[in-house]
């Protein structure tokens, strides 16, 4: 991409990151590199998704049968304590802290992000937080679902309710601080020439994602805030019985919580709008619509939120509006999903690893996007609210969408953190366990849902045993293709082939520098001349 | 005098106030989020209950509330002027202006405590001792829950905020700002003014809403 300006050097000319600074773990634990931040991020999520995954893994198994396995106060707990560290622990900073901590400063041309001690110190916060999480579960769990739903939560609830959200306010600071960080990097530190329109889409994604971060968690901490006091004081904030409202609670809790959802599917967009114009060989379609389509999402994100709460006795004409503007997210939604068609179309396309999950990607996403049309529709949602056709919907964004999106991406950069190549036969294997264990286990619950079987109890009357057999034999199919990755990528670690600069020759800033790349990332600061998606030799246009 | 270098992630100084400059108005935005949650709890409730409101409104303390906002603005002008002397150099005049800013804070802070001291005699603290019988207890239970937790936010700002104040007056005192740098200043200064900005908001929902009519 600006090749005019420096050249490709050898990969060992310069100590990598990884080397630069020793290998103590004092050396990891203090560092303001923005690199190795990216990783601690890393080793920590993954853990985290193991423990939301083990959770899952219990609550397939007990519906299996329709009388369930477990207590039902153990089931409560399960699917809490699962909701809980996804969405927090995992999901939320599932691309950005680790894909975006590592990619921002080098794909804009910068040596680091602007607050590398903020940077140091969200982690740390994260890392507060998650152990607050994990007491609240081996103390004996939460049993409020992630929503922390008040009066529940704060009147009658008999779990660690101040412990689970306490973790969520603190790992809340530790989101706000990496969005402050994103923001002020992507304004203020763009290598010379490196202007908004030659921005790759990643960093539209991250920054979109970064926005919302910024404006929307500090709503969820002072609602947590309102939540502990009322819960420790027995105050009726949000109690009817002592004059509260808890459609408050609701209100407050989705403001953040909506918006949530797209720090959980932005930054996946991101990584699909790298990954498929260097499978497909060919410039992304439509940049400006793609760029701008991630500021439309942050802008109506702000827009939706009652639209969880249909049914919570909200007036009718607030859920007309909100109704319309759910709508209105599908609009964005399209234009990437067209624009990612139009890129591949005409493309010489190769189906590595990350480009099958880009393509399994584009299929869960549209199909969860799709339902959630059902569920935005004022009529339809009173049929589906509170069924598995819900859990369904935001499975495929969540899971489907997003983490094909981090398996996409950890499997395109892997070469560039690692200075490794990954197995690609497994990989590949890996890919379409996933994408067929994850239909298998959730395409039967939108039939489960619409047929009426109700989310968050233990049990189920015998006619659903059928899907729900079909949905745990998914599961277990889907955990085999989550594991799998874990064991290739960390043998690639020690025997993988060593990686060049730019295995998959791609464009943008980041395959210009060595693999693994330097402590400051360019060894001189680039100067960009072109926009991004330069793939040569272009297919001639056949039809002109 | 001596030279300040940018840290190793910045090409020159400019850029490293520019961030900085940039990052802090960043952060200001997050906390106005952070206190609108609690407005909107304030309007929505003040909303369902006006004359509960209206009638815990009268219990505040007017005169401390009154004076408390004098002694904000004020300390927000000496605030601007130690900025506005940092941007010509004039260290120890700077020192002074921020000594006198957080003891201005001080004294914010503590005949906040004096009106705390006498809303709990007077059984008006939510959850610990309130006691008030007729038919709107519960909804001036409801403001004093929501003026504590506005109230006690905001007092967490400003123990930040003078904390920060005097540290700048100390590095000010010992000549670690020149009039090529003194971005430390001029951040702490913003800061200080959202304090007050905040407090303006509160002061006359707090203290007046209820006497107006």
Not at chain 1, 261 to 267: A, C, D, G, K, Q
Not at chain 1, 312 to 331: C, H, Q
Not at chain 1, 449 to 470: D, K, T
Request: with cysteine; net charge neutral.
């Amino acid at each position: 991409m600006t090749a005019a300006t420096f050249t490709d050097k050898p990969a060992v000319s310069v100590p990598s990151y990884l080397m630069e600074e020793g290998s103590t773990l004092r050396s990891w634990l203090l560092t303001h590199d923005h690199k190795r931040i990216a990783i601690l991020y890393t080793i920590s999520i993954t853990l985290f998704f193991f423990v939301g995954g083990a959770a899952a893994t219990l609550i397939r198994l007990n519906l299996v049968t329709p009388q369930g396995i477990f207590e039902p106060g153990t089931y409560n707990r399960l699917f809490s304590i699962h909701g809980i560290v996804m969405v927090w622990f995992f999901l939320i900073p599932s691309i950005p802290n680790t894909l975006g901590n590592f990619l921002l400063p080098l794909m804009i041309g910068a040596k680091d992000l602007a607050f590398p001690r903020i940077n140091l110190f969200s982690w740390y916060l994260f890392v507060a937080a998650g152990l607050l999480a994990l007491f609240a579960v081996i103390a004996g769990g939460v049993d409020t679902g992630w929503t922390f739903y008040t009066p529940f939560s704060t009147m009658y609830s008999n779990s660690y309710v101040i412990l689970a959200i306490s973790a969520v306010f603190v790992s809340g600071f530790s989101s706000i601080l990496t969005g402050l960080n994103f923001i002020v990097t992507v304004h203020k530190m763009r290598a010379p020439g490196m202007t908004w329109y030659r921005l790759p889409i990643f960093v539209w994604s991250n920054y979109s994602t970064a926005i919302i971060m910024v404006l929307a968690t500090p709503i969820l901490a002072i609602t947590l805030a309102l939540l502990a006091a009322e819960r420790l004081l027995r105050v009726g904030i949000f109690d009817p019985a002592l004059g509260g409202d808890p459609l408050l609670f609701q209100h407050l809790f989705w403001f953040y919580s909506h918006p949530a959802v797209y720090i959980m599917i932005l930054p996946g967009f991101g990584v699909i709008s790298e990954v498929i114009p260097c499978f497909s060989r060919k410039p992304i379609f439509g940049y400006k619509f793609v760029a701008w389509a991630s500021v439309s999402f942050t802008a109506v994100s702000f827009l939706v939120w009652a639209h969880h709460m249909f049914v919570s006795g909200m007036s009718l004409y607030a859920g007309l509006v909100f109704s319309l503007l759910s709508y209105v997210i599908a609009v964005p939604s399209a234009i990437k999903v067209f624009n990612w068609t139009a890129t591949l179309h005409k493309g010489w396309i190769s189906f590595n690893a990350p480009m099958l999950y880009a393509l399994g990607f584009i299929g869960l996403f549209t199909t969860g996007g799709l339902s959630g049309l059902f569920t935005a529709n004022l009529a339809a949602d009173v049929h589906v609210t509170d069924t598995y056709f819900v859990v369904a919907h935001f499975h495929y964004i969540m899971v489907g969408g997003m983490v094909s999106a981090y398996f996409a991406g950890l499997h395109f950069w892997w070469p560039k953190i690692t200075g490794r190549l990954y197995h690609e036969w497994w990989a590949r294997v890996a890919a379409l366990l996933i994408f067929f264990g994850f239909n298998l286990t959730f395409f039967p619950q939108f039939i489960l849902g619409y047929l009426g079987m109700e989310r968050r109890y233990y049990a189920y009357p015998p006619e659903f045993q059928f899907w729900n057999v079909l949905s745990s034999a998914g599961a277990s199919i889907l955990a085999l293709g989550y594991v799998l990755p874990l064991f290739y990528l960390s043998w690639s670690l020690v025997k993988g082939q060593r990686a060049g600069a730019n295995p998959w020759a791609a464009t943008g800033l980041e395959w210009r520098t060595s693999s693994p790349p330097p402590k400051h990332n360019f060894d001189v600061t680039p100067v960009v001349t072109r926009p991004p998606y330069q793939y040569r030799p272009e297919p001639e246009p056949q039809d002109a | 005098m001596h030279e300040v270098a940018p840290e190793e992630q910045f090409a020159s100084m400019e850029q490293q106030a520019d961030v900085a400059a940039f990052g802090m108005w960043v952060f200001l935005a997050t906390e106005v989020l952070f206190f609108g949650g609690m407005l909107l709890a304030y309007a929505v409730y003040r909303g369902s209950f006006p004359e509960g409101f209206a009638e815990a409104g009268r219990h505040t303390k007017i005169v401390i509330g009154t004076v408390n906002t004098v002694i904000l603005l004020t300390s927000s002008f000496t605030i601007a002027w130690a900025v506005h002397l940092a941007e010509k150099g004039w260290g120890r005049g700077v020192a002074v202006l921020l000594g006198v800013t957080a003891l201005f804070g001080l004294v914010f802070l503590g005949l906040k405590g004096v009106e705390y001291y006498q809303e709990w005699d007077e059984h008006l603290v939510p959850g610990l001792n309130f006691q008030m019988e007729g038919p709107h207890g519960q909804a001036v239970q409801l403001f004093y829950f929501l003026y504590f937790m506005l109230t006690g936010v905001h007092g967490l700002h400003v123990t930040i905020g003078i904390v920060l104040v005097a540290v700048m007056a100390v590095r000010a005192w010992k000549g670690a700002f020149t009039k090529d740098y003194y971005t430390p200043i001029e951040l702490t200064g913003l800061y200080w003014h959202f304090v007050d900005l905040v407090w303006i908001f509160l002061y006359p929902l707090i203290y007046l809403v209820g006497r107006s009519g």
